[in-house]
Structure formats: C-alpha cells, structure tokens
C-alpha cells in the first residue's frame, strides 16, 4: 500500500520560513518523481514544486520561484519543501505527490500527472 505522509505545516508570520517533509512507503521511491501542490481555501489545487526521479531536475511554479526548494534523498524515500520568505497567499494545505515515470529527468507540472498523493498538511502565514 503506498503512503506518503506529510510533515512539517503550521502557523508562521509572514516574511518566515516553514520546511515541509513527505515521508514515502509502499513503492519504489527512485522511480517517481515527486512533488508538491497546495489548495487555498476557494480555490482548485495548484501545482508548487516537482523534482525529478534522480533529483537533478526540479521545477517551480512562478509564484514561489526564489522562495521555495525541493529537494529529495533516494536513500530515506522522503522530498522536502523549504519555504522561505512566507507570503500570505502562500496559506493552504500542501500535498505531496507521486509520478510513476520511466524519465529520469522529467518533473511534472500538471495535476493530471499525479498518481498519488498525501493526506496534507496546513500552512498558515499571519500578515
């Protein structure tokens, strides 16, 4: 049974920083990409971050290029988000995601891509 369970959310003021972690079990972890999407209260989930299988290649939405990095260790099945200078628009619940891929150096930007995903984990930025 796959799982990928998330770790790391809560509340921050703005202009702080948060690290998000995404634990996976139940598949071979060097075989899928991986990712992160956040869905804000009202609003369709959206695409945040992805890195590729061999970790070499990552990808980012515009709205947190410069302030987010992902990145990923093949040898602890986990990917991690660190959010840095915190906006209030960045308020959502985050989900880490999975893409079974036989590119080693794709990254997934579209929802669709998604195999699976996490329960999530809320992130809060107070003004």
């Known amino acids: 049974q796959v799982q990928l369970v998330e770790s790391g959310g809560g509340l921050v003021q703005a202009g702080g920083s948060l690290r998000l972690s995404c634990a996976a079990s139940?598949?071979?972890?060097?075989?899928?990409?991986m990712g992160w999407s956040r869905q804000a209260p009202g609003k369709e989930r959206e695409f945040v971050a992805s890195?590729?299988?061999?970790?070499?290649?990552?990808g980012y939405a515009d709205s947190v290029k410069g302030r987010f990095t992902i990145s990923r260790d093949n040898a602890k099945d986990t990917v991690t988000l660190q959010m840095n200078s915190l906006k209030s628009d960045d308020t959502a619940v985050y989900y880490c995601?999975?893409?079974?891929?036989?590119?080693?150096?794709?990254?997934?930007?579209?929802?669709?891509?998604?195999?699976?995903w996490g329960q999530g984990t809320q992130v809060t930025v107070s003004s």
């Open positions: 139940g598949l071979p972890f060097s075989m899928y990409a």
């Open positions: 995601a999975a893409d079974w891929n036989s590119r080693s150096y794709y990254t997934p930007s579209e929802e669709s891509e998604w195999d699976y």
């Open positions: 890195i590729s299988r061999s970790g070499v290649v990552t």
